[in-house]
């Protein structure tokens, strides 16, 4: 099956601070997710982004879909951001709802 | 919140003894799934629906049943439950033909 590889695992940062996660993936894929899974337990759907770039506030991603990567960038960071951010793919060719493969995600602490 | 409810939200429970978990929406969406998330491992997908009495399997299948009788009410069935099977386990469905999932709060499990 398709892998999914996170990095960094684990990241610190002062409040105030940029942050970049990187999301590598090891065949084509037609459907990109990320997801924010607060300190609380809740996943929240960021983005969906199979190629392109797209913002939403402080946040925003990249796919470069031909270099098999995805960028989730986070501005002016805010102790809110903490929690692990998961990025999710499908192969393409998929067409029976969304079968999701998951990396293992990156650690965000973000200290006042 | 996409109109999810998981239920219970926490079980513990004994070795051997069957368990039951449901996920239930409002929305009538058809493709409806259960996850299972791990340390180390991201989420993983145990079944999915695409729509009444159609589901199929997931990555980590083995040990778990579905059924679908409703399109509001995915089950998620462990015949006879093994400590291997303490986990979290989400619910999610998709919407619109991009297929962007959203998640349930989650149901904690322990086999003791």
């Known amino acids: 099956g398709i892998q999914v590889e996170q990095s960094p695992p684990d990241l610190i940062l002062q409040e105030g601070a940029n942050s970049t996660l990187r999301c590598n993936f090891s065949d084509s894929v037609n459907n990109l997710q990320w997801f924010h899974q607060n300190p609380w337990g809740q996943l929240i759907n960021l983005f969906y982004?199979?190629?392109g770039t797209k913002q939403n506030g402080r946040l925003s991603a990249t796919t470069v879909a031909t270099e098999r990567y995805s960028l989730l960038y986070i501005s002016s960071s805010q102790t809110t951001d903490s929690g692990v951010y998961f990025c999710a793919v499908e192969l393409g060719g998929e067409t029976s709802g969304s079968r999701l493969t998951f990396g293992e995600g990156t650690q965000l602490t973000v200290n006042p | 919140d996409a109109g999810i409810t998981q239920s219970p939200r926490h079980k513990v429970t004994e070795t051997g003894t069957p368990v039951t978990l449901r996920c239930h929406q409002t929305?009538?969406?058809?493709?409806m799934y259960w996850y299972r998330q791990d340390p180390g491992h991201g989420l993983r997908l145990i079944h999915y629906?695409?729509?009444?009495?159609?589901?199929d399997k997931g990555e980590v299948s083995d040990g778990y049943s579905v059924s679908r009788s409703k399109t509001e009410d995915f089950l998620l069935t462990l015949e006879s439950a093994t400590s291997s099977q303490t986990s979290v386990y989400f619910c999610?469905?998709?919407?619109?033909?991009?297929?962007?999932?959203?998640f349930g709060a989650g149901t904690r499990l322990s086999v003791l």
């Open positions: 999610a469905i998709s919407t619109g033909p991009r297929n962007i999932q959203y």
């Open positions: 929305e009538n969406h058809r493709y």
């Open positions: 982004i199979p190629s």
């Open positions: 629906s695409y729509g009444v009495k159609d589901t």
